[in-house]
């Protein structure tokens, strides 16, 4: 019955002993959930989009069977006060910006195994979440009114991923979730946390750690015991030269470090330990002078916005058999420096001169208003001015007979305010 024009189900208590489901998808009218001590089998309570609820029946409460409750974006101010729902394993409230109160877990919910709270309105959680022994998920992102959050939290040994991203108001989290061995992934962006528990760097099994935007860190702790972590975003920290501890380079299993809108003026050089990592953002760090080495298994790295950046790796050292790719839009030292040619142009150049160089395709994007003279095939016509999709070339046309072993592509091009340039090359042929 999703997007029906119900406003109530039914009217008291009704049997229905086989009933399993009910889906009320979208139905606007519904204003309140119906009475489901009469359906003892119900299994899935799917609301979503429910905008006009208001109540929830307290049979809800205690219910022995349910499975998987979604009220996502229902308008709904209070649940029941209480729940010991035992056979619970999914619970949504994602959306519900009215709900104020998350109840108090009373009885055994140990199967609940998903709590989704985003964009809710609620304040704290109850200390009694420490009951939930096998949750796994706690996502509480964009709750604009959270300010705390219980330390019995560090009870919950099953949590696997914690995220409180866009939590604006909330400043502290407990000392002991450095208990919770099981964490995988934590989400603290955005928030006003003033100190992150030393604990946190603890976490052995922890993968993905994203604190963009958390302004008060000063000074990063040390990072080694993260031995498992391979996602760290520290975008807009207003970290400072001297602020990434040297030991960054033992995080062994990284792939993925966004360092971007920070204000230092070069990275530590145990970067160049990190053996696994493939991509490194460091777009708009304003401040940023040079990056003289980045991991032979680096495939693409971001510099756009870097105004300041004079020099970055020689692609003939990234020893890695697959592609590289350095974005720097916008990074005018590098077009223009000392009067030389475009430092990018130059690179690109070297690395086609470097023909033993083991890696497949090396690009890069660089701001600049003309195409080298040592590109040849320069002036066909319908390469110059419009628009187009496709181009395609056969490098036996332009030299018969001779084996091609590097070639070089370069597009010059003006993208407007209101689209987006995108550039691919495919090869057909054998180099």
């Known amino acids: 019955m999703a997007n029906s024009s119900i406003e109530q189900l039914w009217y008291g208590c009704q049997s229905a002993v086989n009933l399993k489901i009910i889906n009320l998808n979208n139905s606007l009218n519904l204003s309140k959930t119906p009475d489901l ?26 219910h022995k069977n349910l499975q998987y409750v979604n009220l996502m974006n229902c308008k709904s ?40 709270l985003d964009g809710t309105g609620i304040t704290k959680l109850s200390s009694s979440i420490h009951h939930l022994i096998g949750l796994v998920v706690l996502s509480m992102n964009n709750c604009k009114n959270l300010e705390s959050i219980p330390s019995s939290i560090g009870f919950l040994k099953s949590l696997k991923k914690l995220n409180l991203s866009s939590c604006s108001k909330l400043k502290y989290i407990p000392d002991n979730l450095g208990k919770v061995e099981s964490l995988e992934e934590f989400d603290g962006s955005r928030t006003s946390i003033r100190q992150l528990p030393a604990s946190i760097f603890l976490l052995k099994n922890l993968k993905v750690l994203s ?23 520290l975008r807009a920290c207003n970290l400072r030269e001297g602020a990434l501890p040297e030991d960054i ?31 490194l953002v460091l777009e708009d760090c304003t401040m940023l002078e040079s990056l003289h080495e980045v991991p032979s298994k680096v495939q693409t790295v971001y510099l756009n916005g870097c105004i300041s950046l004079k020099t970055i790796p020689d692609p003939i050292k990234l020893s890695s058999s697959k592609r590289s790719e350095f974005i720097c839009l916008n990074c005018w030292e590098m077009y223009n420096h000392n009067g030389q040619d475009s430092i990018g142009l130059t690179m690109l150049e070297r ?26 095939h320069r002036n066909r016509k319908e390469w110059q001015h419009g628009s187009f999709s496709n181009i395609e070339l056969s490098f036996h ?5 001779v084996k091609v072993k590097n070639c070089g592509v370069c597009l010059l091009y003006s993208p407007s305010s209101q689209s987006s340039a995108h550039f691919i090359v495919a090869s057909k042929e054998e180099f």
């Open 37 to 62: 001590t009469g359906i003892p089998n119900l299994e899935s309570l799917i609301l979503e989009g429910c905008t006009s609820l208001s109540e929830v029946h307290p049979s809800l409460a205690s």
């Open 77 to 116: 101010r209070i649940l029941p006060s209480n729940l010991e729902i035992e056979s619970l394993k999914v619970f949504t409230l994602d959306g519900c910006s009215k709900l104020e109160k998350f109840p108090d877990i009373v009885g055994n919910m140990s199967k609940l195994m998903v709590l989704r």
């Open 211 to 233: 604190l963009d935007g958390f302004k008060r860190l000063v000074v990063l702790p040390s990072l080694s015991g993260l031995c498992s972590l391979e996602v760290l975003g």
């Open 249 to 279: 380079g033992c995080l062994s299993s990284l792939t993925s470090l966004d360092l971007s809108q920070n204000n230092f003026v070069s990275l530590p050089r145990s970067i160049n330990l990190l053996y696994e990592l493939e991509t």
């Open 351 to 376: 690395y086609l001169q470097g023909l033993s160089n083991p890696r497949p395709r090396f690009g890069i994007a660089v701001p600049g208003n003309e195409i080298p003279g040592w590109f040849n």
């Open 397 to 401: 046309s332009f030299q018969p007979g």
